[in-house]
């Protein structure tokens, strides 16, 4: 028999009309075409993101920059005998801030200085000279005015559009809310990259992808995994698209911690998607990367243990890009920010990127030609100079982010890798130890991934996308070393739940907001929980949990929890374990370490705990002091005692306190009417 209607939009298709061919196309082909269209859409989308960046930005540096020179030097004070000053001209490539920049002789630590041109001839007449710096003034002039026009864009729009965390709760039905077309949120960044703020644009392509992806799954009237697996395909179609980097966009749509991309059917979706956009960008944009890297270099594999100090190093510079970002993100400093006239944080925030770039240039914008100025250098830039520039560029990052400029944190994230790899290979080479290592450049690539790693928690996105663009074997082995060790200590310091690198998420953070202050105890199950000993059998344990109609039970020994065992636990143990000849015990069938929470905490943590780890359920133990900042993983020392067990804690628990909140609140207004006699 054919499928009625809503199996198949259930299955990701349309229901059929009345004299449509009822047969259809499979599953799998119907999602593959949704999510070519998706790919290509992105692609068209991230092509005239980068045409209308690359115009602000030649023009907000280009003719408006030289026109406010020219304001400032025509001073009525000027005595007319002396000969006009010609502007240097800019080149047609510079097509970012720095470059532009430095053009117009602003390249205040010497990176990318060109020979010294000749000694002008003198002026007839000597006059005093302002300060160099006093006459850079259009350098703050053209992030403020930036700055005003991002913020007022934000307050008129209300909204750019949910970010990526959003799109897949939106998909996944936890929370509402619409995507939509990037864009808003594409010209917002075009404006703030254009006029300097210390971003990246891979952020806005990323969010974009994932917005056109949910846009396109709503309009289609997919199901919601059809709707989970098209956000995946934007998201590797916008950094494909971004990078011009196929194998890394697929690689980061299923490795990011918002991911929840489910089924073999995703995988091909996120291809076609990535393949299609890649495409698209190459055929608008060329085939140039995006990223011009040397050849990596090799002097030793006895190299590879110096690398791994890299990693340290780099998870450190993870750890605190992750830490300002949110705390620029923190309720507390956006409540001052919102509080001020609508464009007047973003025009402040860009008043304070300008007074930076007065001495550090280099922190305006993406910062592209400073990552291959260091790489088409062998340590000739100072060291502490090197030092400086990461703590104002990560300053910069900040403010750029808190203040309400749009874009990502991948190309920061690049930026501070490199140059930390810099002063890394410099200390270890002709600028520190005299060691025997390969020149600074080649640590520069490798920090590079070791801090992306770290901060967007990608390893394997990293080291693939270094790997895209230096097309260079050799550096594989390095970049494993150094991003996964990164990527595992910024785990280890920060917790499973990832703040993320995109920027801020208003929905998602309102939706955390509402979790965190809900009491994990309202998602008890209402049954007790089921508590069986150690040594009993594992059939007569599944009898008992098939009866008890529960998930998983909890497996103690002399009154202390040992662990915790599912029911599919229980059946791959008895399937297993036909022909043994003493039956099969329940500790037998423990698999991994014992999942838990304490008591006190909110419905935030019991979702960080129970998604990564895949289960339904978890016991919640009343601990002194609780477990910290971290959520537990496995037995404390001394162990948990079973009569401290509270509770077992659910999916379904959480999903029914979050129900009886919004029936309480949308009583409220009732109650109210009647108690005040209003109808």
Wanted: charged residues 15%.
């Amino acid at each position: 028999m054919p499928p009625s209607a809503p199996e198949a939009e259930a299955n990701g298709h349309l229901a059929p009309g009345p004299e449509a061919d009822l047969r259809g196309l499979p599953f799998q082909w119907n999602l593959l075409a949704w999510a070519a269209l998706v790919g290509t859409l992105t692609g068209l989308a991230v092509v005239a993101f980068h045409e209308l960046l690359g115009f602000i930005n030649n023009f907000l540096f280009g003719p408006f920059v030289e026109g406010l020179l020219v304001i400032g030097r025509s001073s009525p004070a000027t005595p007319a005998n002396l000969p006009p000053i010609d502007l240097p001209p800019l080149a047609p490539d510079s097509g970012t801030p720095l470059r532009a920049l430095l053009q117009l002789g602003l390249d205040g630590i010497g990176l990318l200085a060109a020979a010294p041109p000749p000694p002008p001839e003198p002026p007839p007449i000597s006059l005093p000279t302002p300060p160099d710096w006093l006459a850079l003034w259009p350098v703050v002039v053209v992030p403020t005015l930036g700055g005003l026009a991002v913020g007022l864009l934000r307050h008129v729009a209300g909204s750019i559009g949910p970010g990526l965390s959003s799109l897949m709760a939106i998909a996944d039905g936890r929370q509402g809310g619409e995507p939509r077309l990037p864009l808003l949120r594409l010209v917002a960044a075009s404006l703030s990259l254009g006029s300097g703020a210390s971003l990246g644009p891979e952020g806005p392509s990323v969010e974009g992808g994932g917005n056109i992806g949910l846009w396109v799954a709503l309009k289609g009237r997919l199901s919601p995994q059809a709707q989970k697996a098209l956000v995946g395909a934007g998201v590797a179609a916008g950094l494909a698209a971004g990078f011009k980097a196929p194998i890394a966009g697929v690689f980061f749509a299923f490795e990011g911690s918002y991911s929840a991309i489910p089924g073999r059917p995703s995988l091909r979706a996120v291809l076609v998607a990535a393949v299609a956009s890649a495409l698209v960008t190459q055929l608008c944009l060329g085939d140039t990367p995006i990223l011009r890297l040397p050849a990596y270099e090799v002097r030793s594999p006895l190299e590879l243990p110096l690398y791994l100090g890299l990693g340290l190093l780099a998870s450190l510079m993870s750890w605190l890009l992750i830490r300002l970002l949110a705390a620029g993100r923190d309720e507390r400093v956006q409540a001052v920010v919102q509080r001020l006239p609508p464009g007047l944080p973003t025009a402040l925030g860009g008043a304070a990127l300008g007074g930076m770039a007065l001495v550090f240039p280099q922190v305006l914008g993406v910062g592209y030609d400073t990552i291959e100025a260091l790489l088409g250098r062998d340590g000739g830039i100072p060291l502490l100079t090197l030092v400086a520039l990461i703590g104002v560029k990560l300053v910069a990052t900040t403010v750029s982010n808190a203040t309400g400029f749009v874009g990502g944190g991948f190309a920061p994230s690049l930026f501070l890798g490199a140059v930390l790899g810099s002063c890394y290979g410099q200390a270890l080479g002709s600028g520190g130890l005299n060691l025997p290592v390969a020149e600074p450049p080649a640590y520069a690539m490798v920090g590079m991934a070791a801090v992306l790693a770290g901060s967007a928690r990608a390893p394997l996105t990293a080291l693939l996308l270094l790997f895209e663009l230096t097309r260079d074997i050799r550096i594989v082995l390095p970049l494993m070393a150094a991003a996964g060790l990164s990527a595992a200590l910024v785990e280890r310091w920060q917790g499973i739940q990832d703040p993320g690198l995109m920027g801020p998420d208003p929905l998602e953070e309102r939706r955390r907001s509402q979790l965190a202050a809900i009491p994990v105890e309202e998602a008890f199950e209402p049954e007790a929980p089921l508590v069986l000993p150690a040594a009993m059998t594992a059939s007569a344990a599944l009898a008992r949990l098939i009866d008890s109609h529960g998930h998983c039970l909890l497996v103690e020994r002399a009154g202390l929890a040992l662990g915790l065992v599912t029911i599919g636990d229980l059946q791959r143990g008895l399937a297993s374990d036909l022909s043994r000849p003493q039956p099969l015990r329940l500790e037998d069938c423990l698999r991994t370490d014992l999942v838990w929470l304490p008591s006190g905490v909110n419905l935030d943590r019991l979702e960080d705990q129970l998604g990564p780890n895949g289960l339904r359920q978890l016991p919640v133990f009343e601990v002194a002091g609780g477990a910290g900042d971290h959520l537990p993983h496995g037995l404390p020392p001394g162990g948990l005692a079973v009569d401290r067990l509270r509770g077992m804690a659910s999916r379904d628990g959480m999903a029914r306190a979050q129900a009886r909140r919004f029936q309480a609140a949308s009583e409220r207004p009732s109650i109210r009417a009647s108690a005040t006699g209003s109808t």
